[in-house]
């Protein structure tokens, strides 16, 4: 399978710095996906940037896409302690058709320190 | 809201048994998916329908069967358990169409095999 890889594995920062997250993906995408797991639960998505989009911001969120590189990053500005999860990166394949199939990373695990 | 539920959060089977992961989605979503996720590999796609009675194998359907005879509901099947299906395995789903849609996941069902 072509996965993506994350980068890094795992980071650690202190309440109110910035994380950021970087995701690399092998053929050419229709869209890429964030989401967001906590600890042994399912995933929750946090935002979608489209393959003719640069950046996209959400909240606190601030994702960047450049098809060129094949690479994506997701910047978490001020975290919070509640932010503390891994972080996951997801592509769609634009031969996908319909089905809406996504390709993951392997992840990302932040720990934000009180 | 869309709801995704998973028949079990913990399952704990003995090598050689039929196991049945059932997975429920309250949206009348067209896809549906199953993952397993094991450390330092990501989310790996076993098999994902795009109707009723319809199914495509993903990237490591070997072990794994499914079945879906309603739009709500799609099970997993492992016919013969082994101790390498040890994982957790999560069920997620979506809407078809060429809109690129976020994926629902459910809250993912940890299996032991003993």
């Known amino acids: 399978s072509q996965q993506g890889e994350e980068d890094p594995q795992a980071l650690s920062i202190q309440e109110g710095e910035n994380a950021t997250m970087n995701c690399s993906y092998k053929t050419s995408i229709n869209n890429l996906q964030w989401y967001r797991q906590n600890s042994g639960r399912g995933l929750v998505h946090l935002i979608l940037i489209r393959s003719n989009e640069r950046e996209k911001h959400s909240g606190r969120l601030r994702v960047t896409l450049d098809t060129s590189k094949k690479s994506s990053s997701l910047l978490i500005t001020a975290s919070r302690a509640a932010d503390t999860a891994s972080y996951f990166c997801a592509s769609a394949n634009p031969y996908g058709g319909a089905t809406n199939k996504l390709i993951f990373g392997t992840g990302t695990l932040l720990a934000v320190q009180p | 809201d869309v709801k995704v539920t998973q028949s079990s959060r913990y399952l704990v089977k003995r090598t050689g048994e039929k196991v049945f992961l059932e997975c429920v989605q309250d949206m009348d979503h067209e896809n549906m998916f199953w993952y397993r996720q094991d450390p330092g590999l990501g989310l790996r796609l076993i098999y994902f329908?795009?109707?009723?009675?319809?199914?495509e194998k993903g990237d490591i359907p070997e072990g794994y069967s499914v079945s879906r005879e309603k739009k709500e509901r799609f099970s997993l099947i492992l016919e013969s358990a082994s101790t390498n299906q040890t994982s957790m395995y999560l069920c997620?789903?979506?809407?078809?169409?060429?809109?690129?849609?976020?994926?629902?996941f459910g809250p993912g069902t940890r299996l032991t095999v003993t």
């Open positions: 329908s795009y109707d009723v009675k319809m199914k």
């Open positions: 997620a789903s979506t809407p078809l169409g060429d809109s690129p849609y976020e994926q629902y």
